[in-house]
């Protein structure tokens, strides 16, 4: 800082005292005001990446397909066996009491579908009132078979293979507002995004992100009291039953209370460490308030801030408190410990000369030091993930808060105090970092040898990383969350969803509009003459008559024996004949396309129109003929044809969807190589163009994210470098003292990389940004060191007693910060959320190894080196 700005600080600032206390203490009145408007996040978009072009398809597939909230709860009877009437009683009962849980639409379970096998139906009595479970004299046994060997719909997603677990699906009420919201935002957002927007674009974009952001909020609530209905009436039915619950709703709701407890247990924990920390360090009652004013006041500005700025903490960013905690303390230190030697050295010195003289020489490394550290968290907004950009913008603000608070609180609260007996007694910290200097010295040239060879060990250890996590690891295997999600893949078919979509290929689709040859399978044309039995022409017995066509109505084959009239609709039947899909031939090899699906390892229950096929196939013992299959559309009871037709097929039968459930906890799951293994088979075993071929679903989402993760760590790694070395050379105004700040926390980050890579820990959510911060913090102590061993050299221009000097006075403040930072990322352990656990047992390791590359490698290099330093 020139001299002309920092004596505008001091007649400003140091001046009047009191002024800034009065003024601090109205804002800290008005960021306690606005706190009360902090909220928590946890929605679905902290998983993908926020320009993904596959997310606007999937939402686009979502609109087409509808779609509503749901909750499953597994059910494993513990008294008696599943298929018996009394367990049979218990789930009906369970079933009925959910039934009453506010807006719930229905629970639909395997008391509700209609018994096809047990014993076997024919087509007509589809149209009529079908059996079911709850139906007397219904053989269990035989129902038994049907639903974990016989019938493929059921099998693997209603009933596990054992038999003995089975699923309630609870289907909320759609919000339709909640929907409107969500899409009127997203579609200003990409409209934003191709610069369609102008200015009054651009407040519709921003009122309308507002207006989603609070029913958000209002919705969020709204389900934690469903969730907590539904988790008491499962609480009633424990005693016969093993419950587990799970959903999204439920996912959702559970990491928001995962935050509120880390907010919670960090910020209790970092300041009772921080306390005790303070006490046994400096061992006065002043050295303990002073700093943990500055700490408490700089939370609550941010916390205040973040409220008046609706900006909602997400996972990521919820150890945001601990992260202002540690920084702001590491801050008040520096300028505690300088504060102390200063007394130490002119004992008879004013309070105020103190204050000055502290302010005057920790003022400019303090600033660059929160500007490293700034660096190093904005470089997380070019990652593309939102929690991610919004973790490090929050931090970026709450840092420039913590400098300004720490140089405007320090001076305004040790004013009013006398500056008391200078410290007495045994040093031992002193001590201790003099002991690294003599080692430094001793040892140096093995210091550098061992440098490299860790340097290069850990770039081995890099190139081993990977990306490939499980969603299920993200959770402690003692939450329902885990245990749901293992309950389901075992059991019930899988958890994370993959939507395959294979759309009509184009000549065909036009060939149902437009008189035009038609193409095959293969997209090869067929002409007038050709074999395609639906082609039109007069081979095809049933092509001048068709059953269903408006002039030539088939006669009801069923209308003199007194049975009930169908309770299908035209409009139904008429569509599915219509459909490009929905023809023998076709569907034959959407079942081919199934069993293929089936047959991954990594998947489990797969869905598709060629499921209720292969029903309809069993039920009529064989292949079905063109005929069959159109009263079959006829016969299709509404509700039936809304649970397995409309959600594989597009209204205007062009387009099929195919469920699959990929197995999250399989250990040797790779959601990458899955995707175009499938993607690349449908095309070269299949015939299938792939224009007509889309893979969608939150497991695409899901694995973008996961691939995006070494860009994003190249990225940031690339900013962060670049940005601080320009502010070393700015600041040291020497290229090789700049690049020999570098050197302690790039090995410090290499070393926690390659430790990923060597002991198999993948890149994830949290992972990512601790190579960015670690070298944006562990810089600051080497911006503190560099500095002073540029004020200690000119005594005697001897760089081993320079660095003895060093390690005697700012050593100690480096040492008493790291340790604390150490610790308080370490408290990050106790999270319920596994990603920000390794993050905090990292990042600590990454700090510990940058104090030791401080108090060690550093002051090797400079005296090996021996650059000359200039302070700008």
């Known amino acids: 800082m020139t001299h002309r700005l920092f004596s505008a600080y001091c ?55 509808g779609g509503s909230d749901f909750l499953v709860i597994t059910y494993t009877p513990t008294e008696a066996p599943l298929f018996q009437r009394d367990t049979l009683g218990h789930l009906q009962s369970l079933q009925q009491d959910l039934k009453a849980v506010d ?7 395997m008391l509700d579908v209609p018994l096809l096998f047990s014993p076997q139906v024919e087509f007509s009595d589809l149209a009529n009132d079908y059996r079911t479970l709850t139906d007397s004299g219904v053989d269990l046994q035989l129902a038994k078979q049907e639903f974990t060997d016989v019938n493929p719909l059921y099998e693997d997603l209603l009933v596990s293979d054992d038999g003995g677990t089975t699923a309630l699906l609870i289907t909320f009420e759609r919000d339709e507002k909640y929907y409107r919201l969500l899409h009127r935002r997203n579609d200003l957002r990409a409209r934003n995004s191709s610069g369609e927007l102008d200015e009054q674009g651009q407040a519709e974009l921003e009122q309308a992100s507002q207006a989603f ?12 009291g469903e969730i907590q209905q539904v988790r008491s009436i499962m609480d009633q039915y424990r005693d016969q039953a093993d419950l587990f619950l799970g959903g999204m709703p439920m996912i959702t709701t559970d990491v928001v209370s995962f935050i509120r407890s880390d907010l919670k247990v960090f910020g209790v924990g970092v300041l009772i460490f921080l306390i005790l920390a303070l006490f046994i360090i400096f061992r006065r009652p002043r050295w303990v308030v002073v700093p943990l004013a500055c700490c408490a006041i700089t939370v609550l500005v941010v916390t205040g801030l973040l409220g008046l700025m609706d900006w909602k903490v997400s996972i990521i960013s919820s150890n945001y408190i601990s992260l202002l905690l540690i920084i702001t303390m590491s801050i008040t230190i520096h300028l505690t410990v300088r504060f102390r030697e200063l007394h130490e050295q002119h004992p008879d010195a004013s309070q105020s000369w103190l204050i000055r003289e502290t302010a005057a020489h920790m003022m400019r490394p303090s600033i660059y030091m929160i500007l490293t550290s700034m660096v190093g968290f904005s470089s997380l907004v070019i990652s593309g993930i939102r929690p991610v950009i919004d973790f490090g913008s929050m931090m970026t603000l709450g840092l420039a808060v913590a400098l300004v608070v720490c140089f405007l609180v320090f001076p305004a609260l040790l004013s009013p105090l006398s500056p008391g007996k200078p410290r007495q007694g045994r040093d031992i910290s002193r001590q201790l970092t003099l002991a690294f200097a003599g080692f430094t010295e001793r040892h140096r040239p093995t210091l550098l040898l061992v440098a490299l060879v860790v340097v290069a060990g850990s770039l081995w250890g890099v190139g081993k990383l990977t990306v490939e996590n499980r969603f299920i690891d993200y959770f402690q295997e003692d939450t329902e969350i885990y245990k749901g999600m293992v309950q389901i893949d075992r059991k019930l078919g899988g958890t994370t969803p993959l939507d395959i979509v294979i759309d009509a290929p184009q000549v065909e689709t036009k060939a149902f509009t437009a008189e035009q040859p038609a193409a095959g399978w293969d997209g090869e044309a067929l002409d007038d003459s050709a074999s395609d039995p639906f082609a039109g022409d007069s081979s095809d017995p049933f092509a001048d008559r068709d059953p269903f066509a408006d002039d030539a109505p088939v006669e009801d084959p069923f209308a003199d024996s007194g049975s009930a009239p169908f309770a299908t609709d035209t409009a139904q039947s008429q569509s599915l004949k219509d459909a490009y899909w929905f023809t023998p031939a076709r569907l034959a090899k959407l079942v081919e396309i199934q069993n293929y699906l089936e047959s991954l390892p990594e998947t489990g229950k797969v869905l598709s129109l060629a499921t209720t096929y292969e029903v309809a196939e069993k039920l009529n013992g064989g292949p079905l003929e063109y005929v069959q299959l159109m009263l079959l559309a006829k016969f299709i009871p509404q509700d039936l044809h809304k649970q397995l037709v409309s959600p594989y097929l597009s209204d205007d039968g062009n387009q099929v969807r195919i469920s ?140 081993v007693a320079t660095m003895k000097r060093c390690h005697g006075s700012i050593g100690k403040a480096m040492y008493y910060t790291s340790l604390t930072i150490i610790a308080g990322f370490s408290i990050l352990s106790l999270s319920s959320f596994n990603p920000t656990v390794y993050f905090g047992l990292l990042t600590g390791l990454a700090m510990l ?24």
Request: aromatic content about 8%; hydrophobic content about 50%.
């Open 103 to 109: 807006r719930v639409s229905s629970v639909y379970s």
């Open 660 to 799: 699959v459930r990929v197995i999250d906890s399989d250990k040797n799951l790779n959601r990458d190589a899955l995707l175009a293994k499938i993607r690349n088979d449908l095309q070269n075993d299949f015939g299938l163009a792939p224009e007509q071929v889309h893979l969608t679903g939150a497991m695409v989402l899901y694995n973008n994210m996961l691939q995006s993760l070494f860009d994003s760590q190249i990225k940031t790694l690339g900013y962060v470098f670049a940005a601080i070395l320009v502010m070393l050379l700015v600041l040291f105004r020497s290229l090789p003292v700049a690049l020999i700040s570098m050197v302690p926390s790039l090995v410090s980050a290499a070393l926690v990389l390659g430790l990923m890579g060597w002991i198999g820990l993948p890149l994830d959510l949290m992972t990512i940004t601790i190579t960015a911060i670690s070298i944006g913090i562990a810089v600051d102590d080497t911006i503190h060191y560099i500095h002073r061993f540029h004020e200690e050299l000119p005594n005697d221009n001897d760089y």
């Open 11 to 65: 007649r400003v600032v140091l001046a009047h005292p009191v002024f800034w206390l009065v003024l601090l203490a109205l804002a800290c009145g008005f960021a306690g005001w606005q706190a009360r408007h902090f909220q928590i996040d946890a929605s679905t978009d902290s998983l993908v990446l926020e320009d993904d072009k596959d997310l606007q398809y999937y939402r686009e597939v979502s609109k087409r397909y």
């Open 213 to 224: 952001s609070e029913y958000n909020s209002q919705v969020q609530q709204r389900t934690a």
């Open 849 to 872: 190894v940058a104090l030791l590359s401080n108090l060690t490698l550093l002051p090797a290099l400079l005296i090996t080196v021996k650059p000359k330093l200039r302070a700008g």
